[in-house]
């Protein structure tokens, strides 16, 4: 079985510059998160959704990041204009929302560096 | 305040010792999940323990879920153990999943 998947590895940007990171979960996860783990630090939940639909973004910067899921499979995690305190690895994982069956599995996630 | 609290924040030990990482959750937080990411690496589920004693190899989880608390233990540590373990919770025991993570322990195991 595949895991999830996610791209770029890397992206290294100048201040006010945009970049998209990609995530493929699990198939058949019904449930998709973005966290943002500055280094050295818990990862920190940006946005999660149950298939399509956003179920909690309040901690997403909504000025400069978003987030669709629009089929809910493939999801894409957006930063309009960078900015150096962005700097952090940039993770997504999925699980099956199912009480019962709820570990979650995480990609590698995408280290960004802004400059 | 904060939801989930990990402690300690670090931990030095030589290999063959025990160790003993403490989370700490609200009074409303369930689904509790420990986690293990090495540097640099992957973040990878250990345990999913809500309540109650799970065992894998080396370590074992233990929660209880009444005094909020959770324990992971790793018996005859290993060099390869040295990394990040995480806590997670669900805050609020929502119909839709949703995770937070405490700070971590940072573990080193020396040989």
């Known amino acids: 079985e595949a895991g999830v998947t996610q791209s770029p590895r890397y992206a290294v940007l100048q201040e006010g510059q945009a970049v998209s990171f990609w995530c493929d979960p699990i198939?058949?996860?019904?449930?998709l998160y973005w966290y943002q783990q500055p280094r050295d630090q818990g990862p920190q939940l940006l946005v999660y959704?149950?298939?399509?639909?956003?179920?909690?973004n309040s901690q997403l910067p909504s000025d400069r990041f978003s987030a669709v899921r629009p089929k809910g499979t493939n999801s894409t995690l957006k930063i309009q204009s960078a900015k150096q305190g962005d700097t952090a690895t940039y993770l997504c994982a999925s699980s099956f929302g199912g009480r019962g069956n709820e570990r979650l599995f995480f990609g590698h996630g995408t280290k960004l560096s802004v400059l | 305040g904060q939801q989930v609290q990990q402690s300690p924040a670090s931990l030095v030990l030589q290999e063959g010792e025990n160790a003993e990482l403490q989370c700490n959750f609200s009074s409303t937080a369930t689904r509790l999940q420990w986690f293990y990411q090495h540097p640099g690496g992957r973040l990878v589920s250990l345990f999913y323990n809500p309540s109650g004693t799970k065992h894998t190899g080396r370590l074992t989880s233990t929660t209880v879920t009444n005094e909020r608390r959770s324990s992971l233990h790793i018996s005859s540590s290993q060099t390869t153990d040295s990394g990040t373990y995480f806590c997670?919770?669900?805050?609020?025991?929502?119909?839709?999943?949703?995770?937070?993570f405490g700070k971590g322990t940072h573990l080193h195991v020396l040989p």
């Open positions: 959704f149950r298939d399509e639909a956003v179920i909690d």
């Open positions: 198939s058949g996860h019904d449930t």
């Open positions: 997670a919770i669900d805050p609020h025991d929502t119909n839709a999943y949703k995770v937070i």
